[in-house]
């Protein structure tokens, strides 16, 4: 299973992003996807999850209310939209699978089994 993250880049406090996550390889789904970040010196972080079913995504308080997770499955892809962006928000954002299709999706980055490259995203005050 091969996970690949993109959507990062550079914008301004207040604007967003999409970022996607895209499955392939023995991935033939639907599973359970995370979204983690890490920021500078800091440990990786819970940011959103959606189950392999679609139903009840989990957000971390930090940014409930300003990002949606949604999936294509037929694309074997998740989304993660990310609205009023925040200088705090700078991170480096990882998507990550879950082998075991748990009804609700785990917080817990040790759940997950695969994960992808990362990709950056930057807030500038």
């Known amino acids: 299973v091969q996970l690949q993250a993109f959507g990062g880049g550079l914008v301004q406090a207040g604007g967003y992003l999409r970022l996607s996550c895209v499955a392939s390889?023995?991935?033939?789904?639907?599973?359970?996807i995370g979204w983690f970040r890490q920021a500078p010196g800091k440990e990786r972080e819970f940011v959103a999850a959606?189950?392999?079913?679609?139903?009840?995504?989990r957000y971390a308080d930090s940014v409930k209310g300003r990002s949606a997770i949604s999936k294509e499955n037929a694309k074997n892809t998740v989304y993660l939209q990310m609205n009023s962006l925040k200088p705090e928000d700078t991170a480096v954002y990882y998507c990550?699978?879950?082998?075991?299709?748990?009804?609700?999706?785990?917080?817990?980055?040790?759940?997950?089994?695969?994960w992808g490259q990362g990709t950056q995203v930057t807030v500038s005050s």
């Open positions: 959606i189950s392999w079913s679609g139903r009840g995504p």
């Open positions: 390889g023995r991935a033939t789904g639907p599973y359970n």
């Open positions: 990550a699978l879950d082998r075991i299709r748990r009804a609700i999706s785990s917080t817990r980055a040790t759940d997950y089994d695969y």
